[in-house]
């Protein structure tokens, strides 16, 4: 196997130790007026010596016709990193917003995901030719097969064509999204590119150590979806008391956690002071025991899909 090549520096934001990764505690970062700023945010290292910006803005479930107006507000906010998917129909509005911007094309990563319906190799490579036509960029910083769909047994195939295009560098790195143990040791040996990201699931509820443990041994990032758990671990009686501890919403001690752990993070909203108060992670850190507190929570509840019986490929 080997590790993708080609080089990217993310301007705008602050790079981290390349090998913090799991159970990792970070120090507090804030602008010198005590504002947060982009270069609050710290970066991980990916395995093809790209870098990633750890905290991002993700439009899961965003409508399409919202998606220019709340992605403009985040990057007015101080998001560099945005995460969207061919199944969100809104990659043309996430493109809408970085073309009125107007920002430096360095300064911003931008991440999107395969449609289940085009594992076909040909498939893939022309659904990509059309996340770059609504984006409105000649290329990507990262892009994710979104789901294996293993009843459909075609995800090898699909990643033969994410490593085309990364070899066409028309995306600066590749990964996978909700792929567990067995899809990523079938992919390592298998074919040649190590994925340089696996998003999947992870929530407090749902530490999902079995498959962080995984990428962390083969050096592949992990990205939590999901991290609030649609909400509903806002409202544990641990998160609050901690929260309180440190004046924060629970959303932020969420949040800090995820960050504390090593993982890249997307909080997703609507509003824009959500959107702002998701930005305030790095003026504040974590103890050892609100980590503990909050890692013993992990009950084993998934919110989403589990990636073994998701098979829609929507056709």
Same mark, same amino acid.
């Given at each position: ?11 705008? %934001?602050?790079? /981290? ?9 970070? *120090? ?20 093809? =010596? ?10 899961? @479930? ?31 509005? %996430?493109? #809408? +917003? ?13 991440? $999107? @995901? ?18 770059? #036509? ?18 459909? #047994? ?20 590749? /990964? ?16 040649? %590119? ?12 749902? =530490? ?13 990032? $992990? ?16 998160? +609050?008391?901690?929260? +309180?501890?440190?004046?924060?919403? *629970? ?10 752990? =090593?993982?890249?993070?997307? *909080? @997703? ?15 504040? $850190? ?8 909050? $890692? =013993? ?9 589990? *990636? ?8």
């Amino acid at each position: 196997m080997c590790s993708p090549c080609p080089a990217l520096a993310a301007a705008a %934001v602050t790079p /981290g130790p390349a090998n913090r990764r799991r159970g990792s505690h970070r *120090p507090a970062v804030s602008a010198q007026d005590g504002s947060m700023s982009t270069a609050s945010v710290p970066t991980l290292a990916l395995n093809n =010596g790209t870098s990633i910006p750890q905290l991002g803005f993700g439009t899961f @479930k965003i409508p399409p016709e919202q998606t220019r107006d709340l992605v403009t507000v985040a990057l007015e906010t101080g998001y560099r990193h945005l995460d969207t998917a061919q199944m969100y129909r809104n990659e043309r509005g %996430v493109g #809408d +917003a970085i073309a009125a911007a107007g920002l430096p094309r360095d300064e911003l990563f931008v991440t $999107t @995901k395969l449609n289940n319906a085009f594992h076909a190799h040909d498939d893939a490579l022309a659904a990509f030719d059309r996340s770059l #036509d609504e984006l409105q960029l000649d290329h990507v910083d990262l892009f994710l097969i979104h789901w294996p769909l293993p009843a459909v #047994d075609r995800y090898v195939e699909a990643w033969g064509a994410l490593e085309e295009i990364y070899r066409s560098g028309r995306a600066r790195a590749i /990964g996978v999204s909700n792929f567990e143990p067995r899809h990523l040791r079938r992919l390592l040996a298998e074919t040649t %590119v190590v994925p340089a990201v696996n998003q999947v699931e992870v929530h407090p509820w749902l =530490g999902n150590e079995e498959v962080r443990a995984v990428d962390a041994e083969h050096d592949i990032v $992990t990205e939590a979806w999901s991290p609030l758990g649609r909400g509903r671990v806002l409202e544990d009686p641990t998160i +609050a008391r901690i929260a +309180a501890d440190h004046d924060r919403t *629970p959303a932020q001690v969420v949040l800090r956690w995820h960050v504390e752990r =090593g993982d890249v993070v997307f *909080p @997703k909203s609507v509003t824009p002071a959500r959107i702002a108060e998701n930005f305030g992670l790095f003026d504040f $850190t974590l103890s050892d025991a609100d980590m503990a507190d909050i $890692t =013993g929570l992990d009950r084993g509840e998934r919110i989403g899909s589990h *990636p073994e019986e998701m098979n829609d490929t929507g056709r």
